[in-house]
């Protein structure tokens, strides 16, 4: 009798995979702590659909397609949605007296003694992607916020719910949550439960509750790009906006001032942070709470998205002993992530890293991270200066935002640290000028930065509704795309479908500008020249600037041409 294959040698025999990147696939897992098929998907070496048929023909199972299928009401009440997204499954249909479930790990026995015990019926696992299961699952379960909001209206009517009832509804511990387990029946518990759980399966970033004078606008940032949801009536925006409060251990009663806060929370299996930001507006406070995904910061350098070229630059600049490497651009452009896959791949036994951050946004496990906390005078400079006393190998800094900081991060540089930090400019040259603006002397500037790099984020072309499309010759020439670039790209778009939210994108992606700080542009900082001047010169060298890297992206079908002059300048 043939052996049977494993999903890997399947995967090898399709022509999927090589050695080698299973090799590199083992590295990521080993590194990030998930499984090796996670990882292969997360390297984008294959699809969840590869390798959901892979391990159902290695376990003998059948593997069911869930983009098109609608599952029966009846089936699907046999398990919960709680259960459901707990545990990455769906009930698919009944087969006499057993119940055929779809799983992504026909090996996940604790799953399946579970669901035997729970709904004392025989199991029977079919095989779906993990990604195809979680969609099936939203398409089955989850009622939008406004269904949801019609019902708890109705709710809140016949219970008359007010601030107090509210806080009694918090858990013991208000700043620690667990979704989807009704740990209370109160209505409007219910509804921030469903606005939290439909943005964090919706990939969302940030969630933003804004009161305006007839309703208060539910809006998530999906991939960059804010999306509207449903509105909620206005009557009920006292007992929203307390909810969240209470959780986020605020002041319920202040409405003059902003407030920062925190909240912990467990969706299914998922520990996520939120960061609560309270502002007052003319139609009352508006809330605004960036989702901290930890899934989202165990990234190695090779998912980054670097060019080869600039992946080995990248990576000699952070195996130097010393020096300032600084990572630029605007507010959510990828830059602590970025500076975290870096952390990630020097975090050795025999390396010390410290880090100064405002907020610690996510914790990285083996490095020391200090949070910022200017009320008390513990502000960058103060941190910084007690860092060298630690003896580290490695220090980040959050921002380089006045001289002080600035000077502190250099004299660390200067006494055989390495140093992280980033700035707000628009490109890398942009960063010398910057650092000269603040008041730290050029010739500082250009002893002590080793490297600089600039980033955005665009769309990635959703992988489900691609499609090749031939751009048109106007599109090209605005472009700066030749005959010969095009003929050699491969151009994709995005059709709209479920997965993409009919967007034509699903995920991002980063593009990069990395200036090497050569002694032709060390000695233009020196000399006090222009960002235009030093532009020129990086340029003359090689460094591709962030509009070029994006076009490269394009031409291999990874995001638009549209994404890339959306956050990218053309240079004249």
Known sequence: MAKRLNYLEILNRDGLISRTQVKDAQQLAQASGIKLQDALIKLEYVTGEQVAKALAEEYGKKYIDLRDVTIRPAIIELISESIARENGVIPYDEDGDTLQVVVSDPNDMDTFEKLRFILQKPIEPLIASKEAIQEAINRHYSQNIAESADSMIHDLTDTAIDFTQVESAATEDPT????????SDAPIVRLCDQIISEAVQLRASDIHIEPFEDRVRI?????????????????????LLSRFKILARLDIAERRRTQDGRIKLTLGTKDLDLRVSVIPTNHGQSIVMRILDKDNIRVSLLQLGFSQRDYKRFTSLISRPNGIILVTGPTGSGKTTSLYAALNELNTPTRKIITAEDPVEYYLPGINQVEIKHQIGLDFAAVIRSMLRQAPNIILVGEMRDLETAQMGIQASLTGHLVFSTLHTNDAPGAITRLVDMGVPPYLVSSSVIGIMAQRLVRRVCKKCSHPYTPS??????ARITPEMAARGTFLKGKGCAECNKSGYRGRQA??????????????????????EIRRAARSEGMHVLYEDGISKVLKGITTIEEVMRVARLEE
């Open 176 to 183: 620690s949550a667990t979704f989807g387990d009704n740990t």
């Open 219 to 239: 809006r998530y940032r999906i991939d960059g790009k804010l999306v509207e949801r449903e509105a909620i009536p206005k009557r009920f925006q006292g007992a």
């Open 473 to 478: 010759a106007a599109e090209l020439e605005a």
């Open 511 to 532: 593009i990069f500008e990395l200036m090497m700080m050569s002694s032709k542009v060390r000695e233009l900082a020196y000399k006090g020249a222009t960002t235009s």
